[in-house]
């Protein structure tokens, strides 16, 4: 979906200075402009957003798996009134 508005937002823009050039009211196409802009900015957030989120790798989950266990001990080992605040 945000990759469509991006989209969207790069063919209004062409549209709009497509406008701009014929000589139309620039303070108009320019209120359309900032608010294009900032919908794409906005757009554009959202796939960073997307691009971050990822699956964790088997091998990141086996690098996981000891630092598990040595939690583990350290919380069997732990004064059992600690662990309650857990």
């Not at 200075?17 to 000589?23: D, K, Q, V």
């Not at 402009?33 to 906005?42: C, F, G, H």
């Given at each position: 979906?945000?990759?469509?508005?991006?989209?969207?937002?790069?063919?209004?823009?062409a549209?709009?200075?497509?406008?701009?050039?014929?000589?139309?009211?620039?303070?108009?196409?320019?209120?359309?402009?900032?608010?294009?802009?900032?919908?794409?900015?906005?757009?554009?957030?959202?796939?960073?957003?997307i691009?971050?989120?990822?699956?964790?790798?088997?091998?990141?989950?086996?690098?996981?798996?000891?630092?598990l266990?040595?939690?583990?001990?350290?919380?069997?080992?732990?004064?059992?009134?600690?662990?309650?605040?857990?």
């Amino acid at each position: 979906m945000a990759k469509r508005t991006v989209d969207d937002c790069d063919r209004r823009m062409a549209r709009y200075r497509s406008t701009l050039y014929a000589g139309d009211d620039p303070q108009e196409i320019g209120k359309w402009m900032a608010e294009t802009r900032a919908e794409r900015l906005k757009a554009e957030g959202q796939l960073r957003a997307i691009d971050h989120k990822r699956e964790t790798t088997e091998r990141e989950i086996m690098e996981l798996i000891p630092r598990l266990s040595e939690m583990t001990d350290v919380l069997k080992e732990a004064d059992p009134a600690d662990r309650s605040d857990l």
